[in-house]
């Protein structure tokens, strides 16, 4: 059984390797940040910002949504961007591709240097038909790769469903 998962783990793994990086694309990267929220708590000297209720943030073609959004900022550079909501979404379309991708969960965790974000509870990734779920999503823009964990009691494992590519079928 263990061998088995591994095996359906490795085979997304190699997957995923053919997949260019979704999460941070130099267009979006290099786009302005905006946010909509119905509260703003900005504090420049501890470099935190913390918006509630009904929180947009959009840069490009990123979008999150969230009930609360707080933006870690030391020295006016952005370090992480954690989103919470029942769930926090996120979206992004990948550079030369028609795709989208989507991902929930009820915590997210965007890491800007590590250029990496962390689905945590309910988390669900999705790209096209091709769907991956479990308690906490890791995946790293810089090395292409996915990481999922079920719960430390497995009531919750990690789930995948990928869908043969149209090229192959033909």
């Known amino acids: 059984m263990y061998l088995r998962n591994l095996n359906r783990v490795l085979?997304?793994?190699?997957?995923?390797?053919?997949?260019?990086?979704?999460f941070a694309l130099?267009?979006?990267?290099?786009?302005?940040?905006?946010l909509d929220a119905d509260k703003a708590s900005i504090d420049e000297k501890k470099g935190?910002?913390?918006?509630?209720?009904?929180?947009?943030?959009?840069?490009?073609?990123?979008?999150?949504?969230?009930?609360?959004?707080?933006?870690?900022?030391?020295?006016?550079?952005?370090e992480k961007i954690t989103a919470e909501g029942n769930p926090a979404h996120f979206e992004q379309t990948p550079e030369g591709k028609g795709e989208k991708v989507h991902a929930s969960a009820l915590k997210m965790i965007?890491?800007?240097?590590?250029?990496?974000?962390?689905?945590?509870?309910?988390?669900?990734?999705?790209?096209?038909?091709?769907?991956?779920?479990?308690?906490?999503i890791i995946y790293n823009i810089k090395k292409e790769t996915v990481e999922a964990k079920s719960t430390k009691d497995k009531k919750q494992r990690i789930h995948f469903t990928?869908?043969?590519?149209?090229?192959s079928q033909k």
């Open 11 to 22: 085979f997304l793994l190699l997957l995923l390797s053919f997949i260019n990086p979704v």
């Open 48 to 78: 935190r910002s913390i918006y509630s209720g009904n929180v947009v943030l959009t840069q490009g073609s990123k979008i999150i949504r969230a009930d609360r959004l707080v933006v870690s900022h030391p020295k006016q550079k952005i």
């Open 110 to 136: 965007w890491y800007e240097q590590k250029e990496e974000v962390h689905l945590l509870n309910e988390a669900q990734l999705q790209r096209g038909k091709n769907t991956f779920t479990g308690h906490k």
């Open 162 to 167: 990928i869908y043969p590519d149209k090229k």
């Open 26 to 34: 130099n267009q979006d990267k290099k786009a302005p940040i905006q």
